[in-house]
C-alpha cells in the first residue's frame, strides 16, 4: 500500500502563475483532505472532498483556490495568480470512511508539496 | 471557535529520558477528539496517539501516553525511554465529534530535540 502519494514535492511559480497540486488517496479511501501549513504554523484546514463532491470547504479562500476530486484520478488543489502569500506546504491526507458521529475516523497524510512564489 | 494552544515551542531531551509535551485547548463542546501527530524532517505527518474525550482512560501507545484533563483541557504527550528518532515536529490537534470529519484543529507545534 502506497499510502497517500503527493505530487509534486516541490513546486516553484512567479507571481501570477497558476499552481496545481495532486493528491493521490491510499488505496481504498475515498475521502480527501486538503491543509495548508504556513511557517512556523499548524496544518490549518482548507477543504474535505469526497469523489465529485465537496463536503466541506469553509477552510478555503474565497478568490483564487479551488479543489477537486473526480471520479477517475487525483484530487487536485488548484491556485490560480499565485501570490507570495500562497507560499507554504500543502497537505494531502485520505480516510476510509465518513465519521458517523462515533468513533475518531483517521486521517492518514501524505508528505506534502511545497509551493515557493517568486 | 475552538483553539489548541502549545506553549513549548522547542524542547530537548536525552536518549533514554523521559519528556512532556504540552497541550491546551479551548472549546464548549463536551464531546470531541484529541490527537498528537509527529511531523519528522521528511515532513510525513504520522499519528502518535489519540483520545476519545468520552474515555476517562489515558491512551497509550507503547512508549507514548497521554495525561488527558477535561476540566483542565489538558492534552498532554510523555515519551518515555526517548530514541534519536523521535526527534521531530510534535503537533496537538483537536476534533469536534459533531463536525466535519477532517475539521482538525492544529497547535503550532513543539520541536523535540534528542540529545545522544
Known amino acids: 500500500n502506497a499510502g497517500v502519494m503527493q505530487n509534486p514535492r516541490h513546486l516553484v511559480r512567479r507571481r501570477g502563475q497558476e499552481a496545481r497540486l495532486r493528491c493521490s488517496p491510499m488505496?481504498?479511501?475515498?475521502?480527501v483532505y486538503w491543509y495548508r501549513q504556513l511557517p512556523e504554523e499548524g496544518l490549518k484546514f482548507m477543504v474535505y472532498?469526497?469523489?465529485?463532491?465537496?463536503?466541506?470547504e469553509s477552510g478555503m479562500p474565497k478568490e483564487r483556490f479551488s479543489a477537486e476530486f473526480p471520479k477517475e484520478g487525483p484530487s487536485i488543489l488548484r491556485i490560480q495568480q499565485v501570490v507570495r502569500g500562497d507560499s507554504a506546504a500543502y497537505f494531502c491526507?485520505?480516510?476510509?470512511?465518513?465519521?458517523?458521529?462515533?468513533?475518531?475516523?483517521?486521517?492518514?497524510f501524505g508528505a506534502g508539496s511545497r509551493l515557493t512564489v517568486l | 471557535a475552538q483553539t489548541v494552544t502549545q506553549s513549548q515551542p522547542e524542547m530537548s531531551v536525552q536518549e533514554a529520558e523521559t519528556v512532556t509535551l504540552s497541550c491546551t485547548y479551548d472549546?464548549?463542546?463536551?464531546?470531541?477528539?484529541l490527537f498528537w501527530y509527529k511531523q519528522p524532517p521528511s515532513r510525513q505527518m504520522i499519528l502518535v496517539i489519540r483520545?476519545?474525550?468520552?474515555?476517562?482512560q489515558n491512551a497509550t501507545e507503547n512508549r507514548f501516553s497521554v495525561n488527558f484533563q477535561k476540566a483542565a483541557k489538558s492534552f498532554s504527550l510523555k515519551i518515555s525511554d526517548s530514541q534519536l528518532g523521535d526527534a521531530a515536529m510534535y503537533f496537538c490537534?483537536?476534533?469536534?465529534?459533531?463536525?466535519?470529519?477532517?475539521?482538525?484543529?492544529f497547535g503550532k507545534g513543539t520541536k523535540l530535540s534528542v540529545k545522544p
Open positions: 491526507a485520505s480516510s476510509l470512511l465518513r465519521d458517523r458521529g462515533y468513533g475518531a475516523n483517521v486521517l492518514t
Open positions: 488505496k481504498g479511501h475515498s475521502h
Open positions: 472532498l469526497q469523489k465529485e463532491n465537496i463536503i466541506d
Open positions: 472549546t464548549s463542546e463536551s464531546d470531541y477528539y
Open positions: 483520545q476519545e474525550a468520552y474515555k476517562q
Open positions: 490537534a483537536y476534533r469536534s465529534a459533531g463536525g466535519s470529519q477532517g475539521n482538525l484543529i
